[in-house]
């Protein structure tokens, strides 16, 4: 292992109730309510990703610049919520520390726009990473590989070398399309296992060598994946 690559929403900070919030609220502004099948299917999406989830589900005519507007205004409606504190996930920040102080390098390989994850790496901490990596700034992002390889090819490893630290079916799949091994962390998803995968119940009271036992034998860490 050179090199720890994490995702962002659900897996360091809590956010993905907060994208909750934005997506009901445009439900109801149609009359409808936001299902448990749709909400999870949008998980760890891209924007992109997410409209036409949401313009399906809705019936609405997917036109490109309306689509487009739609999820401005979704970025902009979560980015007030994200002005507040971030609520970090159970051991997330400690880890973030270990690693660190380690001197492993690390990226930040999120879906999220950059003008949005901006935002929230003032409440994170920016220090904590060596490079960040945003959907927007990608071919195609998750569940594509392409995030992740942009990072591991900033951080000039390769992808086999990379533990990715993930919560979501569309994040594992991304970072196990790249050829990284990915810890996976569920939060509002149950998340399948596979080849390079190992699953704990939270962050909390893991460090270095730990991450290292996992990527080294990333079946052998089995939890919960739900």
């Given at each position: 292992m050179r090199a720890v690559l994490w995702d962002m929403d659900g897996t360091l900070v809590d956010t993905e109730k907060l994208w909750d919030v934005a997506i009901r609220e445009l439900y109801h502004r149609h009359d409808r309510e936001l299902s448990t099948a749709v909400r999870d299917s949008t998980v760890g999406g891209s924007s992109e990703a997410v409209m036409r989830i949401v313009y399906d589900d809705l019936g609405l005519d997917p036109d490109p610049s309306d689509m487009a507007a739609t999820a401005d205004w979704v970025h902009t409606y979560v980015g007030e919520l994200f002005e507040t504190d971030l609520p970090w996930?159970?051991?997330a920040p400690e880890l973030l520390e270990a690693v660190a102080a380690s001197g492993l390098p690390t990226a930040l390989v999120t879906n999220t726009r950059r003008d949005l994850a901006e935002k929230a790496l003032e409440s994170i901490g920016r220090e904590w990473f060596s490079v960040t990596v945003c959907g927007d700034e990608v071919p195609r992002g998750k569940p594509a590989p392409d995030p992740y390889l942009r990072a591991a090819r900033l951080l000039e490893v390769e992808p086999a070398q990379c533990l990715a630290i993930e919560d979501s079916v569309t994040g594992a799949a991304s970072a196990s399309a790249a050829g990284a091994v990915v810890l996976v962390v569920p939060n509002a998803v149950v998340v399948p296992a596979g080849p390079g995968r190992?699953?704990?119940?939270?962050?909390?009271?893991?460090?270095?060598?730990?991450?290292?036992?996992?990527?080294?034998?990333?079946?052998?860490?089995?939890?919960q994946r739900s």
């Open positions: 996930c159970q051991g190992g699953f704990v119940d939270s962050l909390r009271g893991l460090g270095v060598a730990d991450l290292r036992r996992i990527h080294a034998a990333p079946e052998t860490a089995v939890a």
